[in-house]
């Protein structure tokens, strides 16, 4: 089984953590619901990335930033991590190919907008989906959400 070490420095390139994150990682490790509050550069995404390898199955991280969500999906592929997205910016055609390799569990990292995540049609897919972890991130938007 990878250790959260092994997993740091194979798919993201560091032998230590910043500050605060490997209490958190822990944390979220032993199953408890966590928030984290952290300076922006501070390293908040390792803390839900990093789980969902050691996890297996799928993570689905909320995120209000369509940009942001790009930018993290484009790293962790760039890191052999597989990961996705299902917002606005998506053609039907491709939001099914999406849907389809989530299914199969070819995906490890899943970003989907507020207002997605509530929709009865992607629920009834992540009910069919080996999800193992759930995240919140930009949670300081929430208000916004509705």
């Excluded at 990335?49 to 050691?54: R, T, V």
């Excluded at 999906?73 to 999406?98: H, K």
Aim: charge should be neutral.
């Amino acid at each position: 089984m990878d250790t959260k070490y092994s997993v740091l420095e194979r798919y993201f390139g560091y032998t230590s953590f910043l500050p605060h994150q490997e209490a958190i990682i822990d944390a979220v490790l032993a199953g408890r619901d966590v928030l984290a509050v952290m300076a922006t550069g501070g390293g908040k995404s390792l803390c839900y990335q990093l789980p969902a390898l050691i996890f297996g199955g799928l993570t689905v991280v909320v995120s209000p930033l369509i940009a942001l969500m790009k930018d993290q999906v484009d790293g962790l592929r760039a890191n052999g991590i597989p990961a996705a997205t299902i917002n606005s910016s998506l053609g039907y055609g491709e939001q099914r190919i999406i849907e389809r390799v989530i299914l199969e569990g070819r995906i490890r990292v899943l970003y989907v907008s507020p207002e997605r995540a509530v929709q009865p049609f992607f629920l009834s897919l992540l009910a069919k989906a080996d999800v193992r972890l759930i995240a919140i991130d930009e949670a300081h938007c929430i208000s916004m959400w509705g």
